[in-house]
């Protein structure tokens, strides 16, 4: 058995936030920061957790010295389901504590609050994907990993920012099919429609079935053939369709030869208008990208991963106002996040039945590359 490294002390995580984070917090504050790492790292040895962090994590979760493993929504699917730990802490938002759950059912999945939710996962529910596979039978289901469990056992792959397009010509090509149904991002959908040179159609989910569909016949009865066409759901990310094109040319006019980076979430007139889109993790694999270089950059996206990212990269732009803070990833803070494995809460159940359905979606995500 290997044996673990002793864990830091206050004091020596203390001297690190001082060298790498003294612009975030005065000093006071770092050291009292330090000692909550310190018991929190000591939790997690004794309980035997591993704590997720999502990148959108504050620098003092993200950060080296808090013990755990982070990523994009993608990546930490992958380590939920392969982890050898008791607890599973995830430090994000619930529909990704669940997707642990589902993949790593026998664990103990902890989230530090439960009104960490999600305006995407909340905007649709399994009836409407039952409803709308009512009205485009043998249509492939591709739903976007920031659902509910509930939703996910209804459809046929979930996908991630990371591997949308691969996703859904996956779907494509098993369901021997140029049409697919996206849920629930309509942006995401868009933009991977665009990458795609797909249609993109959303049906009116307030008229009836026969009147939807001959719409829909109506509407693709003059589209070649092979053109690939997305059926797709008005769900917006609250962060990220606030950017707009506006800010993109005030950056770019602020900055001149700024490299522009944002996440497919925001709307397809932003991306269309940036250098580069992908999820956080392509994003911040990116920043040393040949492409890069020591060019100024800025990001559209949740401000917390910017403001880890400037202290690491003196090339990275601080951009304070069009930075936008998702409210649900920062119900993670230090307490929150101690107090869940003290309290050992809160637990994440999710009915068996519903689980087993949701693994197969979940799982085929994972396995496309
Ligand atoms: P990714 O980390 O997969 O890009 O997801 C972003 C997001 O908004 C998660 O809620
Ligand atoms: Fe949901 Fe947007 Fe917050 Fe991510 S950033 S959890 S997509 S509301």
């Known amino acids: 058995m290997t044996k673990n490294p002793p864990l830091l002390t206050q004091q020596e995580i203390y001297e ?39 990148n959108y994590m504050s620098w003092d979760l993200q950060c080296d010295e808090v013990l755990g493993i982070r990523g994009d929504s993608l990546e930490l699917s992958r380590k939920a389901g ?40 909340s905007s649709i529910a399994g009836t409407d994907v ?28 979930c996908c991630a920012s990371g591997n949308a397009s691969k996703v859904v010509q996956w779907a494509m090509k098993e369901w021997k099919t140029n049409k697919v149904i996206f849920l629930p991002d309509k942006f995401l959908a868009q933009n991977v429609a665009r990458e795609m040179g797909a249609d993109i159609f959303f049906p009116n989910v307030s008229a009836d079935a026969t ?22 759901w008005e769900g ?14 005030g950056l770019r006019h602020d900055f001149p030869g700024v490299y522009i980076m944002a996440h497919p979430e925001c709307p397809p007139e932003v991306v269309k208008k940036v250098d580069f889109a992908g999820s956080t993790g392509e994003m911040i694999k990116n920043v040393t990208s040949p492409d890069v270089q020591d060019r100024q950059v800025a990001f559209f996206t949740e401000c917390a991963m ?35 494995l003290e309290k050992m809460q809160y637990k994440i159940t999710v009915p068996e039945d519903l689980r087993k359905k949701a693994e197969l979606p979940i799982r085929r995500m994972i396995a496309v590359k």
């Open 306 to 340: 910017v403001e880890i990212l400037a202290a690491q990269h003196k090339n990275v732009l601080q951009v304070c106002s069009i930075q936008k803070r998702c409210p649900h990833m920062a119900q993670n803070n230090l307490e929150t996040v101690i107090e869940a």
């Open 16 to 54: 690190q936030f001082k060298i790498k984070y003294s612009q975030y917090s005065p000093d006071f504050e770092l050291l009292i920061k330090a000692g909550q790492v310190e018991k929190l790292n000591r939790l997690v040895r004794e309980k035997n957790a591993v704590i997720l962090k999502h």
């Open 236 to 249: 917006k990310c609250e962060v990220h369709e606030k950017f707009t094109p506006e800010d993109v040319d």
């Open 130 to 157: 039952r409803k709308l596979k009512q009205m485009f039978p043998g249509i492939p289901v591709v739903a976007y990993v920031n659902t509910d469990a509930d939703t996910k056992s209804e459809v046929d792959v």
């Open 211 to 232: 009147t939807t569909t001959k719409e829909f016949a109506l509407r693709t009865k003059h589209i070649a053939p092979k053109t690939p066409i997305f059926i797709g």
């Open 82 to 121: 392969e982890t050898e730990a008791d607890i599973i802490l995830f430090l994000g938002v619930k529909f990704m504590a669940e997707t642990a759950k589902v993949l790593n059912p026998k664990k103990t999945v902890l989230i530090p609050s439960l009104k960490a939710g999600c305006s995407l996962s």
